[in-house]
T-cell receptor
Framework: DTAVSQTPKYLVTQMGNDKSIKCEQNLGHDTMYWYKQDSKKFLKIMFSYNNKELIINETVPNRFSPKSPDKAHLNLHINSLELGDSAVYFC????????????FGNGTRLTVT | AQTVTQSQPEMSVQEAETVTLSCTYDTSESDYYLFWYKQPPSRQMILVIRQEAYKQQNATENRFSVNFQKAAKSFSLKISDSQLGDAAMYFCAYGGYNNNDMRFGAGTRLTVKP
């Protein structure tokens, strides 16, 4: 059983398009995250949701909109894609309590041409 | 905001030898948690080891151990008897008390030479 699954694994699209990445976790965790990993491998938090409520929004452009229909899902929608959006996007989840590590999905490599 | 610094962009080690990866962090909190994650070429993020700041004893997981120096805000990872499969990017991470905000260092790329 996949604990944190995100789809698609790869996404190639043109500038200006709108795309979504889906994430689901079956661990019963309360907190979910989106991280962006750039070409230099730097991992930066974008959003954090706890029980469907937005907790962290790290100076991410408004073109990025997370949606959490329930605590097991956190989808990421991106409008008007730009070249600089090319990166690997990781979804993760945790219990959100002390000492709980993040459980990561396998990442979505987004390439904007 | 908390920051995590990994000062070694790349490290290499001979198979079966020992290597230490450095990590420092900056925080004003007294309760927090520290983690090391491994990212092999498959890009999967794998938890290697974790340390609670309130514990003085250094965490150990098989060949992996940490040297946690709270006063110095230092959290290094020691890999003993290095194996080819240890080759990966290693990320140090800081988790606050409520753990809604986990911050990562820039990573260290470890190469293991046969």
């Amino acid at each position: 059983d996949t604990a944190v699954s995100q789809t698609p694994k790869y996404l190639v699209t043109q500038m200006g398009n709108d795309k979504s990445i889906k994430c689901e976790q079956n661990l019963g965790h309360d907190t979910m995250y989106w991280y962006k990993q750039d070409s230099k491998k730097f991992l930066k938090i974008m959003f954090s949701y706890n029980n469907k409520e937005l907790i962290i929004n790290e100076t991410v452009p408004n073109r990025f909109s997370p949606k959490s229909p329930d605590k097991a899902h956190l989808n990421l929608h991106i409008n008007s894609l730009e070249l600089g959006d090319s990166a690997v996007y990781f979804c993760a989840s945790s219990t959100g309590t002390d000492n709980s590590p993040l459980h990561f999905g396998n990442g979505t490599r987004l390439t904007v041409t | 905001a908390q920051t995590v610094t990994q000062s070694q962009p790349e490290m290499s080690v001979q198979e079966a030898e020992t290597v230490t990866l450095s990590c420092t962090y900056d925080t004003s909190e007294s309760d927090y948690y520290l983690f090391w994650y491994k990212q092999p070429p498959s890009r999967q993020m794998i938890l290697v080891i974790r340390q609670e700041a309130y514990k003085q004893q250094n965490a150990t997981e098989n060949r992996f151990s940490v040297n946690f120096q709270k006063a110095a805000k230092s959290f290094s990872l020691k890999i003993s008897d290095s194996q080819l499969g240890d080759a990966a990017m290693y990320f140090c991470a800081y988790g606050g008390y409520n753990n809604n905000d986990m911050r990562f260092g820039a990573g260290t790329r470890l190469t293991v030479k046969p």
